[in-house]
């Protein structure tokens, strides 16, 4: 094989040094994160971050396997994905309802998603109405003419369900007065927010529960959230859309009748719904379609939340203690 002349040597030189000018800078783009998009536009790489609270699940991206969750780091990132378009996310465990959610990737931002995973079934204790000689509690009267519950705890429990339900807080801030002659000075944030939206007496408003920043309450069935501070420190879940447009309020409109809720035990954004089918969980996180899960199924029910976060059902005359 004769060697190259000068002139090839020289040609295949500029050839190669063409390339790599070319190429160059596709792969350094690339390298720090830069992606073409749908639209063949040149876009930073965004991500999705998944917190998760259960160890060991496994999280599929567009129905592939990614990876699983540990046993101490339980939250994942996935990096370098392209933007202006919608992921489908699914976290699933053995034994456990699963977490599906569709998040929207923007260009240099990582969305958040947080995940709900509930057990199938849940364990549940009968909290009997009688005590018998033993001081072991039973379903069964201690005589056919004494009728009357004789278990404590179940006396309690009959008069915490017969108190008012009006309103709850499950953190409480301040609350001003609700008089209209109040100077704008002395007027809490939660009254100016109110008087905003002309609800002068909030106090009276059905369901009415205080977190923080977040007030919420039921109207005609449905749960109304509102932020009343500024975009500022607003949660991720607020913020979606193609262009990632933040609101200050979310519905969460049922096809029954909520009759009840309560944050989850743990959870900002999670609801614990009452209806009349059952009781469910449901993502506060509208941005795409919400998943709901399943606490227990059954009609006549009524719940209330003890102050060491246990859930107690009311069904019928029946009382259930279920561990979330």
């Excluded at 489908?88 to 699963?98: A, L, M, P, T």
């Excluded at 519950?149 to 017969?162: C, D, G, K, Q, R």
């Excluded at 096809?255 to 809720?261: E, T, Y």
Aim: proline share 4%; net charge neutral; charged share 25%.
């Amino acid at each position: 094989m004769k060697p190259l002349t000068t002139r090839q040597r020289s040609t295949s030189m500029l050839i190669l040094a063409l390339i790599f000018i070319l190429i160059a800078p596709v792969i350094l783009l690339y390298s720090i994160g830069y992606r073409l998009d749908g639209s063949l536009t040149l876009q930073k790489t965004g991500g999705i971050f998944i917190h998760s609270d259960v160890a060991n699940s496994s999280v599929f991206l567009d129905e592939k396997y990614f990876k699983d969750s540990g046993i101490f780091i339980r939250n994942t990132l996935i990096q370098d994905l392209t933007p202006n378009k919608k992921y489908n996310v699914k976290v699933y465990k053995e034994g456990y309802q699963s977490w599906v959610k569709e998040l929207f990737v923007y260009p240099s931002i990582v969305s958040e998603g947080r995940v709900l995973l509930l057990p199938n079934q849940f364990e549940k204790r009968e909290i009997f109405q009688y005590v018998n000689k033993d001081n072991v509690a039973t379903s069964t009267p201690p005589s056919k003419t004494q009728l009357k519950p004789t278990n404590t705890e179940y006396i309690s429990l009959t008069a915490l369900f017969a108190s008012s339900t009006k309103a709850t807080s499950t953190k409480p801030v301040l609350l001003a007065p609700s008089a209209s002659s109040t100077p704008d000075s002395q007027k809490t944030d939660l009254q100016i927010f109110f008087e905003g939206i002309k609800i002068l007496d909030y106090q009276k408003l059905q369901n009415l529960v205080i977190d923080g920043k977040e007030v919420s309450w039921l109207t005609d069935g449905n749960i109304k959230l509102y932020w009343i501070d500024d975009l500022s420190s607003i949660p991720y879940y607020y913020c979606g859309g193609e262009e990632r447009v933040c609101i200050k309020n979310i519905s969460l409109d049922w096809s029954d009748d909520i009759k009840r809720f309560e944050y989850f035990p743990g959870r900002d954004d999670v609801w614990m719904i009452l209806t009349t089918q059952g009781i469910y969980a449901v993502e506060v996180d509208g941005r795409t379609e919400r998943n709901i899960q399943t606490i227990y199924v059954a009609k006549n029910l009524d719940f209330r939340l003890t102050q060491n976060d246990t859930l107690i059902i009311k069904e019928g005359s029946k009382f259930f203690e279920i561990k979330l």
